[in-house]
């Protein structure tokens, strides 16, 4: 099949874990017999520097003409501590979600069998551990009416989600858990907000058309301590936009390392691939970043953009080849960790020869 992908490999470690996704996605293509085309484009700090927009049209444009995105991560320390800054890198990955009208956001929670060791939790916890997080991504405090007053002395941002926002992401999240382990939990916090409770009104109005799934309601600060303390007993959990940036990054740590997840952005026009994690800037150019995430990042491309299963499981497969002859980067390395672009060659060398 033809394969035309945009690479947006963004700011900080975003250009060498890219670089061995791509290593990786042009490993499965050759194997299968994939047609692939690829373009990069500038996002984030990067992006600015070269054009004064952490999202140009022209990155716009070659996003929405491909088949899929692989994204790195965006951010950058000099816009960290300057609240003033006109421009800010995250705001290239805002629009692009909000143009893009990536509404869901799957977020895997996988544990990797050979890595329970490097869970903070007790290895009886998290062994087997296994859900996916349905974050909502363009709505919601993220991007509602935002401003000050008063001379710049008060600031507020506003929640604000309508009846189609919250129905289309509850409804993929019954479709996924109804091919899980039917249970939803949809987390909210209605005991105070508004938006929670129409929330947990439309939610309850559609549980009946899941009769094979259960449907259990969590305040969002319940939700993070449960995460935390029993993470087996979520399957499919779906939530807001910041609640679920917030328990994402909780959940991430569960596995042993946030540098391992995946996610998906689905939604209207081309899904965008990339890690769950960030930028990581004190990492940059040092060729030490666990380049795990993206890889399974681009598994998830295959499997979502192009109802690849096959493709995806050999990039899975390799992956915990990996992982298990401890082929791996520092932060999970118990012996001698190797480089990200080892890591990178030693995946795509390892889809090659098997
Ligand atoms: C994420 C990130 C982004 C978010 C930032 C970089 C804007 O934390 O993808 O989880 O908050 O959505
Ligand atoms: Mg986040």
Excluded at 11 to 39: N, R, S, W
Aim: glycine share 8%.
């Amino acid at each position: 099949m033809k394969i035309n992908l945009a690479v947006l490999p963004g700011d900080g470690i975003g250009p060498e874990i890219v670089a061995q996704a791509m290593k990786t996605v042009k490993a499965v293509c050759k194997k299968f017999g994939h047609q692939l085309t690829y373009e990069y484009a500038v996002t984030g700090a990067a992006a600015i520097d070269q054009t004064g927009d952490p999202y140009p049209a022209e990155t716009h444009d070659l996003c929405m003409k491909a088949d899929a995105v692989l994204f790195g991560a965006i951010g950058d320390p000099k816009y960290d501590n300057n609240p003033k800054a006109p421009v800010r890198p995250e705001q290239g990955l805002l629009r692009m979600r909000k143009q893009l009208g990536l509404f869901a956001n799957i977020r895997p929670v996988e544990t990797f069998p050979s890595l329970l060791h490097k869970s903070p939790l007790r290895r009886e916890l998290v062994e087997g551990a296994d859900f996916v997080c349905i974050r909502e991504l363009t709505g919601g405090i993220y991007f509602g009416e935002k401003g000050r007053k008063d001379n710049g002395n008060t600031a507020f941002d506003t929640c604000t989600y309508t009846r189609a926002e919250i129905e289309r992401i509850v409804r993929l999240g019954y479709e996924f858990a109804g091919k899980r382990n039917k249970k939803l939990t949809v987390v909210d916090k209605a005991n105070v907000l508004e938006s929670s409770r129409l929330w947990r009104e439309v939610a309850q109005e559609l549980a009946p058309a899941y009769p094979e799934v259960t449907t259990e309601f969590m305040f969002v600060d319940n939700a993070a301590m449960q995460i935390i303390q029993w993470p087996k007993n979520f399957d499919v959990l779906v939530t807001e936009n910041m609640f679920g940036d917030i328990l994402t990054d909780e959940a991430s740590v569960i596995t042993g390392s946030l540098g391992l997840l995946p996610s998906a952005s689905i939604g209207i026009h081309t899904s965008v691939f990339e890690p769950i994690h960030g930028s990581y800037p004190q990492a940059a150019g040092k060729d030490i970043a666990n380049p795990v995430a993206t890889i399974l990042s681009a598994a998830m491309m295959f499997e979502y953009a192009f109802n690849l299963p096959t493709e995806g499981k050999i990039i899975r497969d390799a992956v915990n080849a990996s992982l298990s002859a401890g082929y791996v980067t520092v932060d999970i390395a118990e012996g001698e960790a190797r480089k990200t672009s080892e890591v990178g060659d030693w995946i795509a060398g390892w889809i090659e020869n098997n």
